[in-house]
């Protein structure tokens, strides 16, 4: 038989090939493979480094990367579903066990205890807190030196020295300060001891609350994206959180079913209070979810006074944990405790971030309107939850995402306020049935019956965020500024042996006096060791004023094949000012 007649035996290319349906046990596999490899991530380079210097852990790191291999294999042949589930608990150990081997690369006498400043704070705090001293409204200066770590700049030109975190991070880490009963050596980073295992815990849980086919999904959030440890390692409060916020949201739908809150009800309230008491962050995702639930009780129970009872009830426990483990810092610092638990959210940090800002940061010369990108951030969060109260069946499986693309408008939008809670979002959208959200509340007025209306909303509630946006990227920086560096060796180009002197020209177009803070950006770093040693406090109203600024510390290296920029930050108004350094010789 021919070729051709060989061909011609098949069936009509024209008629569509379906692909047949993938099984769960299939998607399931895949995931479970996916774990695997995902844990792969960096483990020949912590092998090599270690090869030498300490042979236990290369050792140790060449096991893990055995097992993987043969944990994959063993998934890629699995039978049924029972196996992949046994496996999913194996592949969980080993992320573990990769997490502890991490941990030990990382810690040691002869390695930064930290490398931020929110654990050498939360460090400091402790310290002062077992020593008798107070928490909050204390300026802790020698931190930076203590830890040789940077501390987080404000528009001031000062740096946050004060700790403004709520105080479970403290109270964890109080007992394991050099006056504690459990005092650990100095070197030890034990508030990132407490967030390493608090991500363990959350993977735990997520474990055994999501659904067997999604477990291994667990792994991959928590444990398989490198910079879930690198912040905990260095103790950002936030992942205190993480354990106490998936119970909260696993099952959320279901707070208060009934009219009453019964064990679930009271253990979910009890973990929210102690979350709030971790990290500003949750206390966002707290009103969304006490709105949440007291939406979707009111379409229950039809009338408003039960909805209302429950949901208070909810708050109230949630509210007396926060306040119980607060308590202590209430009674030392008294007035300062309220204001130093805000300070995150009042103390002006200077812009940073992955959003709009970066337009006034890097695209324009300045905006003279920087507080208005905060400004829009709380606007959009506003949008938001007044669109979860319209639209609540549509947007309730994603509760815990909707407070934070609101954050990305905001002058300081960093990815710690995205990625850092991902595992939540996967939390509150598999274990939580869609089917449960469709009886929810949903604010009706007749005007929003009409359906131009409601094609008209969205774009409405948007628009207060939008114009205060476009006024912050569009407002011109009252300052106009010319600068010149140079470098320390006459006749060479300052671009060869970097940057140690600064002369900028000033002018205040404006008519309020503004106090200049510098900062030099070759990255999307700025750096400001630079100090004033000539030049006003302030440049006056419609005035002029010439600085000369001097490096601290070694000379700062330009990027040869970009540009150095120089900026002004002023407090009170926010304004950032950008200008083009003119490189030359000394």
Do not use: K
């Not at 709009?356 to 300045?366: E, Q």
């Not at 409601?454 to 600068?483: C, D, E, K, N």
Request: with cysteine; net charge positive; glycine share 8%.
């Amino acid at each position: 038989m021919t070729t051709r007649a060989l061909t011609d035996r098949h069936p009509d290319r024209s008629t569509p090939v379906r692909s047949a349906a993938v099984s769960p046990t299939l998607a399931h596999r895949v995931l479970s493979l996916l774990a695997v490899v995902a844990l792969f991530q960096g483990l020949p380079t912590l092998l090599r480094n270690e090869a030498v210097s300490r042979v236990y852990l290369s050792v140790g790191f060449g096991l893990l990367y055995g097992a993987l291999l043969v944990l994959a294999l063993i998934v890629a042949v699995a039978r049924d579903d029972l196996p992949l589930r046994r496996l999913d608990v194996a592949v969980l150990v080993a992320a573990v066990a990769r997490l502890g081997l991490q941990t030990a690369e990382a810690t040691g006498t002869r390695v930064p205890t930290y490398h931020d400043d929110e654990a050498a704070l939360v460090t400091t705090a402790a310290r002062s807190l077992v020593a008798g001293g107070h928490v909050y409204g204390v300026h802790f200066t020698d931190t930076a030196r203590l830890f040789h770590v940077g501390m987080t700049p404000l528009m001031s030109g000062a740096t946050a020295d004060t700790f403004g975190y709520p105080p479970l991070s403290v109270l964890l880490t109080a007992p394991f300060t050099a006056h504690g009963p459990l005092p650990a050596p100095t070197w030890l980073p034990v508030t990132g001891l407490w967030c390493l295992g608090a991500l363990v815990v959350a993977a735990a849980l997520m474990f055994r609350l999501l659904p067997a086919a999604l477990r291994p999904a667990a792994t991959v959030l928590v444990f398989a994206t490198s910079w879930m440890f690198l912040y905990a390692r260095d103790g950002y409060p936030v992942f205190l959180t993480l354990p106490f916020l998936v119970v909260v949201l696993a099952g959320w739908s279901g707070i208060g079913a009934g009219g009453r809150l019964g064990r679930t009800g009271v253990v979910s309230a009890c973990c929210l209070g102690a979350a709030d008491a971790a990290h500003q962050l949750a206390w966002f995702l707290t009103v969304f979810l006490l709105v949440g639930v007291l939406l979707l009780r009111r379409g229950e129970f039809g009338r408003w006074r039960p909805a209302v009872t429950v949901a208070g009830r909810y708050a109230a426990v949630a509210a007396g944990v926060f306040l119980l483990l607060n308590l202590p810092t209430v009674v030392v610092d008294r007035r300062a405790w309220l204001p130093g638990v805000l300070t995150v959210l009042t103390q002006h940090a200077s812009p940073q971030g992955l959003g709009p800002v970066d337009i006034s940061l890097w695209l324009t010369s300045g905006s003279g309107a920087l507080g208005l990108y905060s400004a829009a951030a709380a606007a959009a969060l506003l949008a938001t939850l007044a669109a979860l109260v319209l639209w609540p069946a549509r947007l309730a499986p994603a509760l815990a995402l909707l407070p934070w693309p609101a954050f990305f408008l905001s002058a300081r939008s960093t990815e710690t306020y995205f990625v850092l809670l991902a595992p939540l979002w996967l939390v509150a959208l598999a274990c939580n049935e869609r089917a449960l959200f469709a009886v929810a509340w949903a604010w009706r007025p007749a005007p929003l019956r009409r359906r131009t209306v409601r094609l008209a909303l969205p774009p409405l509630l948007v628009a207060p965020a939008l114009a205060l946006l476009l006024t912050a990227v569009l407002t011109p920086s009252p300052l106009r500024l010319a600068a010149t560096a140079t470098g320390p060796q006459a006749g060479r180009p300052a671009r060869l042996t970097g940057l140690v002197r600064i002369t900028a020209s000033v002018r205040n177009t404006g008519g309020t006096p503004l106090r200049p803070a510098f900062a030099v950006s070759v990255s999307a770093w700025p750096d400001t060791g630079w100090r004033i040693v000539s030049g006003p406090a302030a440049v006056p109203p419609h005035g002029s004023a010439v600085y000369v600024l001097r490096r601290v510390g070694s000379p700062l290296a330009p990027d040869p094949a970009g540009t150095t920029l120089l900026t002004i930050l002023t407090d009170r108004p926010m304004t950032v000012t950008n200008a083009r350094l003119r490189l030359s010789p000394r």
